[in-house]
């Protein structure tokens, strides 16, 4: 061969390289335009089914015109938006632009299907029968599919627009379903014919499976309330002490490294015994830019999730800054890489190292620099946040998350390697590994006192020393209550009392419940002596004990502004970071060791309510010390406060009853009041783990959020300890019902048994009860409770309905004791119960431990008022510009004017 034909052939494989790389970028670009546009749509979709539990798919496949017209007359009657029926605008109008979306669609997807067939057809390796068998199809297929997907539309928009009792209807309706279905059958038939011409593409492609799941975790996470929650938090920072935005793009530029990195050594080694994935010749394309594709879409998808957590703000300039700076380094590192002229170190060509390389050690020494570079930062972050996990709430939890994921990458890809080259499942073994460990390494052990771990079974002795209780029983401490209030009430007629029950729903129920009762104390001072029990759920729990351990330490917190800035100040911390720090390394690895070594995450949550207790109050103890300190025997002279008694509620796994935490002194001793005779099926808290719980702990026990805390073992001392019943395992109060309301109405139950008993002249024959029931679930409109749920066909609906009902019945639960113990109350005619709940006014409100400042502030001109930053001066009353929050405000400014006007 000439010169001349080597430059020709070197000429036209640079221009093949060239078009190869534009069709790459048109499938990236088509895959996240589709996957953009497949959201968009899916929401709309949502709408229509929400309301009306039909969807614009089952339009599309109705067939039968009856049922299309059906369909159609019912988002006709309907409004797209029912907080505002006069708008005008109704589901029908939701349908039209749900089309008007799909043409863009279908042109994204044709693009993306004939740029898939462009490379298909530039590739250098095809099975034999390929040009004979598929050629044709695959370039008729994308054209047929738009075809039918062109008419369908026609059709759909003709059917939401005609006369649905005409001929010219009914003509159409099947015509355009049996359009529809075609098309899905078609589209099916592309995917096929795509794997058998990539069969082999595929497979290198999911070599870097590992890479490939964190980041599809990644796009998944764009749309998930917690972690646009953790986002916002990081763009609404204005300490000077945490930069989190800069910490969020440093862990970004590891996460894109590491991706990008093990991507890149998998595609170096060679796989024994598979040829066809360590051949160098197959889709050398694909192994050089899908790691970096790799890498470079770790920045994107998370400015993506910044986005649309904050959307276009002024909070935005600086965390975006951060994510363009960690992309900027990123693409210039794999740009300039080999400009490193130490020899024997410097970085070749990725496509000159191809499958070269027969196991780890063989690797060139800057990829072992790497590498062993990654794995340090791996043991750095493991033994910070194994020594000081509250170390990661300066650096925010959605940097946490970045650098743990990115972390995990190269050990992950590592598996995947020796998985593939000893032909073993290496990823399922080491789970089957984990399980048969976790039969001995249990480190979830509840603390029984303050001093104890989470690892430590020793504190879990067959018997506990006996406490001498610093309350009476129930009934005894009632006594003592209504003879205090009646000596010093003004009225001679009636003593108020409040029982308060506290939903369930992380840290937005913490701060809400807490913001309510430091709103009402605010307002009137005598509030807090008049609260007699607090019975709450999860983050209710927390609210709940937050202001009861304000009532009891009112000295200290006097150089505080106000009740609500302190409540703002200490709930407003970052709870979930370090949380996640341990369950992300510590709690990681001890899944994989066969003793328990490392504390858990649910001592690490604990310690951070704690530490935030700690740093606003300025001083220890309350959360920190045993539970039962908060109400000294002494707190009944010298005017000391009263302070509310918490009924904290757990459940059990095994049996699904009741774990309930407080702090009377009921004894099987004593013969007046038992336990047993108040609360229904439940266990008492305080005999099975006895009176030095820590009340962090104590709060735990009830908000042990699924998953993010883990079930905490206990043996439970009340009962004898040879019976298999004296171990047992406690998970989140809401597994048993959300409210609070169950122990509440036992509370109010035994209240109203008192009274109706008590002699004439007693003072607990004055006791006029009042429950205040604080939820936290937002709502869009008045809470009314609709029986008949939308119809839609959900997807394998005979399998999943059951884990559906199982999962539903919590909330319907709640929402039945509820409603059953407002009617209890009022039972006399009397309007005696107040519900504080949450509304729906446009600011997300998620679950989870962190909240924004958004979500914050929200929740404060919900009840009319604003916490100003810049300012340490105590809060002023609200009017909002806006109707809806104005009527929410008026609504639980009337409320509160009602629980208060009971005070004498």
């Known amino acids: 061969m000439t010169s001349m034909d080597m430059t020709q052939t070197d000429q036209e494989k640079r221009r093949d390289r060239r078009v ?49 017209a059906a369909i159609i007359e019912g988002w006709r009657s309907l409004p797209a938006d029912p907080a505002d029926p006069a708008s005008g605008r109704s589901l029908l109008d939701e349908a039209r632009t749900s089309i008007h979306w799909d043409w863009l669609f279908i042109l994204a997807y044709l693009s993306l299907m004939l740029a ?83 069969r082999v593409n595929l497979q290198v492609i999911l070599l870097t499976r590992f890479s490939l799941l964190m980041l599809l975790i990644g796009v998944v996470c764009i749309f998930v309330p917690q972690w646009q929650e953790a986002l916002r938090a990081v763009a609404e920072n204005r300490d000077p002490t945490r930069h989190l935005a800069e910490w969020l793009g440093f862990a970004t530029f590891i996460a894109a490294i590491a991706t990008w990195y093990a991507a890149r050594t998998m595609y170096m080694l060679e796989i024994p015994g598979r040829k066809e994935l360590s051949d160098a010749a197959t889709a050398p394309l694909m192994r050089c830019w899908l790691p970096r594709l790799l890498g470079t879409a770790v920045p994107i998808v998370t400015a993506l999730g910044l986005f649309t957590s904050v959307g276009w703000n002024e909070y935005l300039f600086k965390p975006l800054l951060a994510l363009i700076a960690a992309l900027l380094l990123f693409l210039a590192f794999i740009r300039w890489r080999r400009l490193i002229s130490i020899p024997g170190v410097r970085m070749v060509k990725t496509e000159d190292d191809l499958g070269r390389y027969r196991g780890y050690l063989k690797l060139p020494w800057i ?16 033994v910070s946040m194994l020594y000081n996990p509250q170390l990661a709430q300066n650096v925010g939890s959605a940097a946490v998350v970045l650098g743990a994921v990115g972390l995990m990458v190269p050990v992950g890809t590592w598996l995947v390697y020796w998985g593939a080259r000893s032909k073993l499942p290496l990823l399922l073994l080491l789970f089957a590994f984990a399980a048969l460990l976790s039969l001995y390494n249990d480190n979830h052990w509840v603390r029984l006192n303050p001093g104890a771990s989470s690892v430590d079974a020793t504190q879990h002795p067959k018997t506990l020393p006996l406490f001498d209780g610093q309350l009476a029983s129930l009934k005894r401490y009632a006594q003592t209550w209504a003879k205090a209030h009646a000596d010093t009430e003004k009225s001679p007629q009636s003593i108020p009392l409040f029982v308060v029950s506290a939903e369930g729903g992380g840290i937005r129920a913490a701060y809400w419940t807490a913001l309510v009762l430091a709103s009402l104390q605010e307002r009137d001072t005598r509030f807090a002596s008049h609260l007699f029990a607090i019975s709450g759920v999860s983050g209710g729990s927390l ?98 406060p009263w302070v509310p008694l918490l009924f904290l509620n757990s459940t059990l796994v095994k049996s699904g009853n009741r774990l309930i935490m407080h702090p009377l002194g009921f004894s099987e001793a004593n013969e007046e009041e038992h336990f047993s005779d108040l609360f229904n099926d439940a266990i008492d808290g305080r005999a099975a783990l006895g009176s030095g719980v820590p009340l962090s702990t104590a709060i735990h026990l009830s908000a042990r959020f699924t998953y993010v805390s883990p079930a905490g073992t206990a043996r439970n001392h009340a009962l004898e300890p040879t019976l298999d019943a004296a171990w047992m395992r406690m998970v989140d109060g809401g597994y048993f019902e959300n409210s609070g309301t169950v122990t509440a109405a036992e509370i109010i139950t035994a209240l109203e048994r008192y009274r109706d008993q008590a002699e004439a002249d007693s003072p607990l024959s004055r006791l006029r009860l009042f429950v205040i029931h604080i939820s936290n679930e937002p709502v869009r409109a008045e809470p009314k409770r609709i029986i008949d749920q939308p119809t839609k066909q959900p997807a394998l609906g005979e399998v999943l309905s059951p884990l559906f009902a199982l999962l539903h019945a919590r909330p319907a639960r709640g929402f039945q004791a509820r409603e059953a113990l407002f009617t209890h109350i009022s039972g006399s005619g009397s309007d005696n119960h107040a519900h504080f709940q949450l509304h729906d006014l446009g600011t997300r409100l998620p679950l989870g431990w962190v909240l924004s400042s958004a979500a914050r502030e929200d929740m404060q001109r919900q009840l009319g008022f604003r916490l100003d930053r810049e300012s340490q001066e105590c809060s002023q009353s609200l009017h909002a510009n806006d109707p809806a929050y104005q009527q929410v405000i008026d609504r639980n400014r009337a409320l509160m004017s009602r629980v208060l006007g009971r005070l004498p």
């Open 20 to 68: 190869k790389q534009g069709l790459w970028l048109i499938v990236a670009i088509c895959v996240l335009l589709c996957g953009w546009l497949f959201f968009k749509l899916d929401a709309i979709d949502q709408r229509l089914a929400a309301t009306d539990g039909q969807s614009i798919v089952s339009l599309e496949l109705a067939f039968w015109p009856t049922r299309a």
């Open 116 to 198: 898939v067939n462009g490379l298909i057809r530039r590739s250098a390796q095809l099975p034999p029968d390929w040009a004979k068998d598929v050629k044709p199809w695959l370039s008729r297929l994308p054209w047929l599919i738009v075809l039918f997907d062109t008419i369908e539309n026609l059709g759909i928009y003709y059917l939401l627009g005609g006369d649905s009792n005409g001929w010219l209807f009914a003509l159409i309706a099947w015509p355009t379903s049996l359009l529809a279905a075609t098309k899905f059958l078609l589209l099916f038939a592309f995917v096929v014919l795509v794997y058998r011409s990539k």
């Open 367 to 382: 990829t072992k620099i790497m590498l062993l570079t990654l794995g340090l930062l791996n043991l750095l972050a493991f």
């Open 543 to 640: 609210g709940g004990a937050l202001f009861a351990a304000q009532m009891a330490h009112t000295a200290p917190l006097g150089n505080q502004p106000c009740l609500r800035r302190h409540t703002d100040a200490v709930l407003g911390e970052d709870f979930l970071a370090p949380t996640l720090a341990t369950l992300l390394f510590p709690d990681l690895a001890q899944r994989f060791l066969p003793w328990p070594w490392f504390q858990d995450r649910a001592v690490t949550l604990e310690q951070s309510w704690e530490a935030a207790w700690s740093h606003f109050t300025h001083r220890d103890g309350s959360f920190k010390a045993p539970f039962e300190q908060l109400w000294p025997r002494r707190n009944r002279l010298h005017n000391d």
